[in-house]
């Protein structure tokens, strides 16, 4: 069905999400069909990027927007600055965004973007410069109904709020055509952490319907990554009585003996936030373990929270957190976990949550922050938290009644596979064959 073996990345997903709606795909001829269009993006644009460094010197990167299904919604997903960017991943990305997406049940259709450009080293000028020659192409493919971009890796606030200023200046409107805007400009509260809180509120109902009555109180938490879903992960985590064990980067691995503190997390986010530093450079605290080039998967924990990048997560790691009385691993980033550590873990008996339902949270709270945007409200950080808190029982649910239904209780990643599926795959028919 899928010949392209040169997109190794979306190969993966498209392979996991045939596995798991397997038995739809072969009873029912018309399932199969829209699988064939769901998984060809309606468009994909590439385009040059250039611009100029402090010093004066030109240079080019390449854009990308992978606008995949306009079935549901608007296209909407984030863009990600990385050196890694290509378009196999942007697709995988694109791909799991229309599922996720999907399961929020907020009027979305799913997109990705970025480009191959690294924010590591560059002064605030230079990332300004890089923003605003990436939208003057990017302002001609999106607006509000059209296609609503927001952060990822290395696409945070401040790259958010260059590419809005630029949007403004070159369409001339003040209007909800990027997510993860500040809250003063017509961003939404909560939308930097609903990532990570997301994904904590979505493992308290795991860790409650699998019989565990007190949720994650008391639970060590390994954490990987120390960015956006990281660190609000670890917050979330820390007000709902748990320990962060564990921060990464891509340096390496900074573990707590006694668990990262509230003012341990404070640190952290200053040194990534605002002085854009390496976890190494606060080794010498004295509670601190650095472990260069290592990753957080060896230590002892009760859950695990992979919330760097793609395939972090490989089969040697589920071994050593199976065998270091590991029973949970919930998916902050997207795509964290090989298909080889799955399947130790699955056959370890270990709980999953995936990433398309555990990691939701920040796309539902863009589509509250475009719901916001279009009727000029602007709701209070309590009433958007509330509705991340029922969003995510929402989709605890809906995958776990999914999963039932085909036969495959607690498995919570084939039922929200099937579950997504099924809503996109409806509307697709219902649509026509566009
Ligand atoms: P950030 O850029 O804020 O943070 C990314 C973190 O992951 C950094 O600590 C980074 O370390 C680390 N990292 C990235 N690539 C690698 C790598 N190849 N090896 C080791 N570490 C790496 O990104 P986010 O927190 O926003 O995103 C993290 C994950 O969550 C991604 O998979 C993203 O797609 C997913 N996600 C994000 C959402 C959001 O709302 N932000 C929504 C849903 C999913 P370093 O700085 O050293 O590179």
């Known amino acids: 069905l899928y010949r392209d073996r040169t997109e190794p990345e979306f190969l993966q997903t498209v392979h996991e999400i045939m596995v798991s709606t397997e038995s739809l795909l072969m009873e029912n001829p018309k399932y199969f069909d829209v699988f064939q269009r769901m998984i060809e993006p309606e468009r994909v644009i590439t385009f040059r990027v250039p611009w100029v460094d402090d010093n004066g010197r ?44 999907a399961l929020t049940g907020v009027s979305l259709g799913a997109g990705k973007g970025g480009a191959d450009f690294d924010p590591k080293g560059k ?37 958010i709020g260059y590419l809005y200023g630029q949007y403004k200046r070159l369409t001339g409107r003040f209007e909800g055509a990027l997510t993860g805007k500040g809250p003063t400009w017509g961003g939404s509260h909560i939308r930097p952490e609903a990532t990570g809180y997301g994904a904590v509120y979505f493992s308290e109902h795991m860790m409650r319907g699998a019989g565990h009555v007190k949720g994650l109180e008391g639970m060590r938490a390994a954490i990987s990554g120390s960015g956006n879903v990281a660190q609000f992960a670890a917050e979330k985590l ?67 929270f992979p ?106 990643r084939t039922g929200a596979d099937v579950a997504a599926f099924l809503r996109v795959a409806d509307a697709m028919i219902d649509q026509g064959c566009v």
């Open 238 to 304: 820390l007000d709902l009585g748990a320990t962060p064990m564990t921060f990464s980067d891509s340096g390496g691995t900074l573990y707590c003996e006694t668990g990262f503190t509230r003012d341990h997390l404070a640190l952290i986010q200053d040194l990534k936030n605002n002085k854009r530093g390496r976890l190494s450079a606060i080794a010498d605290v004295p509670e601190f373990t650095y472990l260069p080039e290592s990753t957080p998967w060896g230590m002892s924990c009760d859950v695990a």
């Open 58 to 101: 030109t240079h080019v990167n390449r854009g990308f927007r992978v606008q995949m299904s306009s079935t549901l919604g608007p296209y909407k997903g984030g863009l990600r600055f990385h050196p890694t960017v290509n378009l196999s991943i942007l697709k995988f990305l694109a791909f799991e965004q229309l599922f996720k997406n």
């Open 123 to 159: 002064s605030d000028t230079e990332v300004m410069r890089f923003c605003q020659s990436f939208m003057t192409e990017l302002c001609k493919h999106i607006g509000p109904g059209v296609d609503v971009p927001a952060g990822d890796i290395g696409v945070g606030g401040r790259e």
């Open 307 to 412: 919330c760097a990048t793609q395939n972090e997560l490989k089969a040697e790691d589920a071994q050593n957190l199976v065998a270091n009385g590991c029973m949970a691993v919930v998916e902050g980033a997207n795509m964290p976990t090989t298909p080889e550590a799955y399947q130790c873990l699955k056959e370890s008996g270990v709980l999953f949550g995936p990433a398309k339902a555990a990691n939701a949270g920040g796309v539902g709270v863009s589509g509250l922050e475009m719901a916001q945007n279009s009727g000029g409200l602007s709701w209070t950080r309590e009433e958007v938290d509330s509705q991340l808190k029922d969003m995510m029982k929402n989709i605890y649910d809906e995958t776990s009644a999914a999963a039932l239904r085909v036969g495959q209780p607690n498995d919570l």
